[in-house]
């Protein structure tokens, strides 16, 4: 079982973790309200429409799927925050 986890919070201080099991394409999330647990997995069992750089100055739009692969989960990571208010911490150990 390969699994990649990655710390998350949201607001001052409600931290937790989202872990992805790269074998089953499945997700966890631990926060500290089930109101944001929810958020985050029905951000992630959601396709989006992502605009993706290619270059500087060049994008291309994606239909991203997050829970079809590690690649795509990572990439719907990097927007969360934007649509949820939900923040990855990528240096934070989790």
């Known amino acids: 079982m390969s699994m990649f986890r990655v710390a998350i919070h949201y607001g001052v201080n409600s931290n937790g ?11 966890t999330v631990d926060l500290p309200e089930q ?6 997995l029905t951000y992630l069992n959601t396709e ?7 270059s500087i100055d060049t994008y291309e739009t994606l239909q991203v799927k997050p829970l079809e692969s590690l690649d795509n989960l990572k990439l719907a990571l990097t927007r969360m ?14």
């Open 81 to 94: 925050w934007e649509a949820i208010d939900v923040q990855v911490d990528w240096s934070r150990p989790a």
């Open 17 to 27: 973790f989202l872990s992805y099991d790269v074998d089953t394409k499945t997700v």
């Open 35 to 40: 109101e944001w647990i929810d958020k985050v």
């Open 48 to 54: 989006h429409e992502i605009k993706h750089a290619t």
